[in-house]
């Protein structure tokens, strides 16, 4: 007799853009050497998600369609354009997300949909669309949190993690380092206090004069420069694991400012790895400080800062030393997709947690809502 673990698949269809507006590539890559994606992506994606046994784990389709060529001409993700973009092509996305599986969904046995936090319009027309998808195939309705998809993109990568673990999402619009208690509880230990580090990301490659997505200019800009050359500043912030990025990203401006009011030219492959440096080694030293505090067994990056090259670097020396394991999400599955809300929908779906018709969509809600 086959389990409901052998058979379970879900529809995820993934309306993911962050509160600050920001927007990046989902599967496209712009550097896959150091960083792929960026921190929320401004996609339509539907992934039909099979887990044939207790430790495996298999995307069976993977369908995105984004705006970002669009939302690039801007500078960032014009909300009305990434909204009319979803409501038109998400039902074709979903028909190929079908077809490439080979299924109906007379197949399906639950559709999982994000809906929070996010930029409400977009988030509005993913939400509607799987109450009707859900009501009219006559299929259970299971909400997903955005940030808890990002933490399930690891069980995609790696079959053997298990919570309890401690985890730093970073992304435009969200840095948080969370206790993961189980597959649906949380403990938030540390956040942003203002910008994340996607969104400074993004702001200090306008200033330099560098492509939209930011995190994957940045990135690349930094590889021929000095991570010494500028001297930014380290934010105090209240919270041993809070962080704050606003004034760090006023420094690079000010900076950027002050040389062309003197006639100076700013080097921008020196500026973009100090810059890159610093805003790393925030982060890194944060959440190895509460891994350390809390005796972490295993430490997990997720987001799309979590494809940073060097981030990855300073976290996995640092695990290392404190002898903990580190998971990295593969690089795919680090910017928003379908498939990483498909995983975390399945261990809602199995802890009971489902939507009647009346759910709706939330710019913001904390991801240990329930």
Not at 305 to 322: H, Y
Request: charged share 20%; net charge neutral; glycine share 10%.
């Amino acid at each position: 007799m086959k389990t409901i673990l052998s058979r379970t698949v879900s529809i995820a269809l993934a309306m993911l853009l962050t509160v600050s507006c920001l927007s990046g590539c989902g599967s496209k890559s712009v550097n896959t050497a150091e960083y792929l994606g960026t921190y929320s992506t401004d996609v339509t994606s539907l992934i039909p998600f099979y887990l044939p046994d207790t430790t495996g784990k298999k995307v069976i389709s993977n369908v995105i369609s984004t705006s970002v060529k669009e939302q690039a001409l801007y500078g960032g993700v014009v909300p009305e354009i990434a909204s009319r973009r979803h409501a038109e092509y998400i039902s074709a996305t979903v028909d190929k997300a079908l077809a490439d599986a080979g299924m109906t969904m007379a197949d399906v046995d639950a559709v999982a949909v994000t809906f929070a936090p996010g930029l409400i319009g977009a988030v509005l027309v993913g939400v509607n669309f799987a109450k009707g998808l859900a009501y009219a195939a006559g299929k259970p309705l299971v909400p997903v949190h955005h940030l808890r998809g990002h933490i399930a993109a690891n069980y995609l990568t790696h079959q053997d993690l298990k919570p309890p673990f401690l985890c730093l999402i970073a992304s435009g619009g969200h840095s948080h380092i969370v206790l993961v208690e189980d597959w649906c509880r949380y403990k938030i230990l540390g956040r942003t206090v203002d910008d994340a580090a996607g969104e400074a990301y993004d702001k200090v490659a306008r200033t330099l004069g560098l492509p939209y997505p930011g995190g994957p200019s940045v990135a690349a800009a930094a590889r021929d420069g000095n991570p010494k050359a500028y001297k930014l500043p380290v934010p105090h912030v209240d919270g041993k694991y809070n962080v704050s990025f606003s004034g760090l990203k006023t420094a690079v401006i000010n900076e950027v400012h002050n040389a062309e009011q003197k006639g100076q030219a700013v080097n921008v492959a020196d500026m973009a790895a100090s810059f890159q440096e610093r805003i790393d080694q925030i982060l890194a030293k944060k959440l190895l400080a509460a891994a350390a505090d809390t005796n972490a067994k295993q430490v997990v990056l997720a987001g799309g800062v979590a494809a940073n090259g060097r981030l990855r670097q300073l976290v996995n020396d640092g695990a290392q030393k404190l002898g903990a394991k580190i998971f990295l999400p593969e690089l795919k599955y680090c910017g928003d997709n379908g498939a990483m809300i498909a995983a975390q929908g399945y261990y809602e779906f199995q802890d009971g947690n489902l939507a009647d018709w009346s759910l709706n969509g939330l710019p913001t809600l904390p991801i240990d809502y329930r």
